[in-house]
Every structure is written in C-alpha cells, then in structure tokens.
C-alpha cells in the first residue's frame, strides 16, 4: 500500500553557516490513505514548518520524504493536495463561486465543470445561498468554510490545514470541527491538521503527533481510540478528557 | 443593496457638487475681498491689486465670452477647442506611458537583475527637467517624420510612466504570503499567478498612479507644445497670454481655468474607470 505521507528522516535548516538555525530534526511520519493527524506543539515548534515541506512550499535539508510515493514536487504538480491556512485567503475582487473556482480555472477545467463543481462543493460545506456574496460579506467562520470548499474543489486526496480555526471564536470553531469531521467523513481524503490547541487535536483526529522545539521534533505519537463517529457527547465523555490528559502531559515532557 | 448604493451615490453627488461650489464661493470672496481690502489700504505686497495683476473674478469669467481675436469666437469656444486638442495628445501620452508603466513595473518584479540594472536609471529619467527633454524630442521626432502631435504626446508619456512603474511594482508585490503560497499550491504558472492575483491586487494602486499621471501628461502636452510653437493646443496659447500679461491679465487667468478644467476632466474619467473596474467589488475603496 502506498503510503500518503512517508518521512524519514527529515530535517530543516533555515539559512546558513552561524546564522543557521535547525527548525526541524529526525522526523519520521507515515500515513496511510483516510488518516486524520494532527500536529501540536508550541509556538515555533516548527509543526507548519513540516506542512510546508509537504505541501513543497519549503524544501527539507535533510532525509526522504515522499508523498503518495512520489517527490513533494512532483506531488505538488499533480495536484495531490489541497491547502487551508489559518486566514481564509479568500481573493477579495471575487465572489464566493469564483473563489471556489479559482484552482478549477488554472487547472484548466471547462467553465460547465468549474460551475458544477462549485455548487457542489458550495453544497457540500452549506454555503450555496451565499456564492454571489463577496468574500467581505461573510463571517469568519463562513470564509474558512469557502476556503475549505476551494480546497476540496479538485478532489485532492489530501488536505492539509494549517491552524484553519486558530483566528474563529470557540463556538464557531467547534461547528467547524463538526464540519471537517463530516466532509472527512464523505470524502475519504486524508488529513494533515496543524493546531495547537489540545481539545482540537484529540477531538478531530486519529493520531496526534506532539512535537517538541528547538530543534523542532516529534516526542511522542498518541493514538486516539475514541469511536469514529463523534459528536457533543464525545466532547462530553471520560476517555476524551483523559486523551487530552495524555497529550498534555506529553507537551510539558516535551518543555522539560 | 444595490439600491441603496446607487441612492447613497446620487445624494453624494449632488453634496460633492455643493461642496464645489462652496469653494469656488469662498474663493471668489478671498480674491475679491483681497483686491478690495488691498486697493483700500493701498498695500501692494505681497501682490498688486491692481486690475493690471489681479483682474477682477467677473472679469476673468467676462474675458472667455469675448471674441479671443477680433471678429473672431469667443475665448471660451477657442480655448475649449485647444483643450480637446491638448487632452487628446494627453491621452494618447498617457495611454503609452500608462503601458510602458505597466510592463516595465511587471518586468521589475518579475526579475529584480532588470530591476537592479535599470531602476536607477528610470528614477534618473524623473530628475531631468521635462523643460530640457521636450526640445530634443520634438528635434528628433521631426527628423523621424513623426507627427508633430505624437512628438508630444511621447513628452507627456515620459512624465506619465514613472508613477505607474512604481504603484504598479508595489500592488504586484501586495498580496499576503500566504496566498502567495496558496497559487505555488496549486503549481500556478507565473503568468496565471500574474494574472489572477497580482494584477488584480494591484489595480487599487495602479488606479492611484493613474490619477496621479493623468494630471501629469495634460502638463507633459502642454509643455511639450511649448518648444515647437505648436499650434491648436492649449500651451501656444498660455504662452502667448502670458507674453500680453501686462495688456490683458484675464485671458491668461481664463486659459489658466480652462486648462485646469481640463485635467479634472481627464483625472475624473480616470476616477470614473476606476469605480466601474475596482471599487464596486471592495469594501475598502475610495
């Protein structure tokens, strides 16, 4: 089976000689088609630093790494994954549709197909009401759901999300944890979640990787075995609280 | 919501056109008051108030309904005609200019090598007085055959280009990094990434720079009439209005209007372009 994400390995330093500083050290990630992971660590532990270099918007130092067996760059070219950040990047000059729209068009699909393909995906994340609207029309929460929509417009088989509910208030944002949970769910692609927030990780995914700073690595990997469907009483229930527990306490190892 | 916007537009526009004419009120008061106080405490500094240096407001407005030469039309007719004259080499100018600004501002960006080699020199061409550069054009421009009224509508391209070179490299260079990122996510070539999130996030200070040159190629003709002696456009005329100062201070003061009625027009037609393409899609716009 070939594997989504497979690192080995893999460093980073960013500039050189005595200015150089090792952003990430030895990581080693694997996951297969339909994983949800979550990476948490504190402020500058390098974990966005790790989804550029799968996303091929940084290039490692160091070690292998490999995306649906190919080189991040040649996943990168084939359109293998889709990208939310932590703002919505939403283009302000155009409407919601033609946000949506917008990978469709330099990916040279025909007009019938870009039109189609946004309503469904305007469908999919409830936003078809609002796809003349421009972007400055619409709540936070509704812009990260475009942005989410943009990215799962070309049926990429992995999305990768850099702390897309970071600036969302708490309520919003656990609507929005449903939400990715539910698409996740209908679409079957695999998820890369960036976060640090601890209740989000543990709520959302299947593993959790805490990373650690200076030089920023992985110290430890937390299996989520709470039952696949999850709701408010998943929120609720005594094995979620003692998950959050254990990643807690693996991020302060991590500080010591 | 479009229909407040458009009821929010025509109210704005009758209160801008009110607001005009509280200017033009308060300034015919000053300069009126000024000759009056002035003649009446028989000051002469810092100006004469003499009719012979500060012709009275109506005589001014008078001086365009009078026949420019005799028997001929009036002022206003002559100099509105030499204005559509100049506007048009303006335009022509500003056309040029705004493209070469345009392309010389996506080439720097594109490769900062051009930008480093030639930048300095496009910041030198600025400093030059167009008063020096404007001889030598129309000279050149004669011995090409070109014609007289592109020779200066070239002069008004050269004062044009220099701000749109610079707002055109800064919009391209405005979009966050992250949706810098996001086009590199979808492997956008140059060209789509050009043209689907720089331009477009460049137009508000593009717009700017137009406004800007706008106003400055109707000086760029002007001047560039100038040299030559080229006549049907406005610069012949302020030259020579200027040479009868002394006789009849008001024509020069009424071409003076009209010339500067001129560039309103040109840089409100600009402003006008800018509403349709830019501003009704954005919130934060003027």
């Known amino acids: 089976m070939t594997m989504v994400v497979d690192a080995r390995g893999v460093g980073k330093v960013f500039g050189r000689g005595v200015e150089a500083v090792q952003a990430l050290a030895d990581i080693d990630m694997v996951m297969e088609t339909g994983d949800f992971v979550s990476l948490i660590g504190p402020s500058g532990c390098g974990k966005s630093t790790l989804l550029r270099l799968v996303a091929d918007l940084l290039e490692p130092t160091s070690g292998q790494l490999l995306i649906n067996a190919k080189t991040p760059s040649q996943a990168r070219l084939d359109r293998d994954y889709g990208m939310v950040f932590q703002s919505a990047t939403l283009l302000d000059w155009r409407t919601v549709r033609k946000n949506v729209e917008l990978p469709l068009e330099i990916m040279d699909f025909a007009a019938e197909e870009r039109s189609r393909r946004a309503e469904e995906m305007l469908d999919l994340v409830q936003l078809d009401l609002f796809a003349d609207h421009y972007p400055w029309q619409l709540s936070g929460g509704m812009q990260q759901r475009v942005a989410i929509a943009r990215a799962l417009a070309f049926q990429p088989s992995l999305l990768l999300m850099d702390e897309p509910f970071g600036a969302l ?23 890369v979640f960036v976060t640090h927030s601890i209740p989000e990780a543990v709520f959302l995914s299947g593993r959790v990787l805490v990373m650690t700073p200076r030089p920023g690595r992985i110290s430890s990997e937390i299996v989520i075995d709470l039952p696949p469907e999850r709701d408010l009483n998943t929120r609720e ?14 991020l302060r190892r991590g500080e010591s | 919501m479009s229909e407040s916007a458009g009821k929010t537009s025509s109210s704005s526009f009758i209160r801008g056109g009110l607001s005009i004419l ?8 000053l300069w009126e008051g000024y000759k009056f106080v002035w003649t009446a405490l028989e000051w002469t500094e810092p100006v004469d108030p003499s009719d012979r240096t500060l012709p009275h407001t109506w005589d001014i407005v008078g001086a365009l309904f009078q026949p420019a030469q005799r028997n001929g039309p009036i002022l206003l007719f002559v100099e509105v005609k030499a204005a559509m004259f100049t506007l048009r ?14 392309w010389l501002g996506v080439f720097f960006v594109r490769s900062q090598t051009a930008e480093r080699a030639f930048m300095p020199y496009v910041v030198a061409s600025q400093t030059v007085p167009i008063l020096a550069i404007a001889p030598m054009v129309v000279v050149w421009g004669g011995k090409l055959d070109i014609p007289q009224w592109l020779t200066v509508s070239i002069i008004a391209a050269y004062l044009t280009f220099f701000p749109v070179v610079i707002n055109t490299m800064r919009g391209l260079r405005s979009p966050q990094p992250t949706t810098v990122e996001l086009m590199r996510s979808y492997a956008s070539s140059p060209r789509e990434t050009l043209w689907k ?7 508000p200070y593009i717009f700017t720079a137009l406004k800007v040159s706008a106003a400055a ?6 001047v560039g009439e100038l040299p030559a002696g080229f006549r049907g456009g406005l610069g012949r005329d302020l030259l020579q209005f200027s040479q009868q100062f002394t006789a009849a201070p008001e024509k020069l003061f009424a071409s003076v209007i009209i010339a500067g009625l001129a560039g309103m027009v040109f840089v409100g037609a600009v402003t006008l372009v800018e509403h349709r393409l830019v501003a009704a899609t954005r919130r934060q716009s003027t």
């Open chain 1, 169 to 191: 208030d708490e309520m919003t944002r656990e609507l929005m944890q449903q939400e990715v949970l539910r698409l996740w769910g209908e679409t079957g692609i695999s998820v």
């Open chain 1, 237 to 250: 229930s005594p094995r979620y609280f003692e998950l959050i527990t254990e990643v807690r306490e693996a």
């Open chain 2, 22 to 29: 509280a200017v033009i009120v308060v300034f015919v008061v």
């Open chain 2, 89 to 102: 080499e303006a335009l022509v100018g500003f056309l040029i200019g705004g493209s070469i600004g345009f």
């Open chain 2, 197 to 203: 999130l720089q331009v477009p996030a460049a137009m």
């Open chain 2, 217 to 222: 190629s109707v000086i760029g003709a002007i």
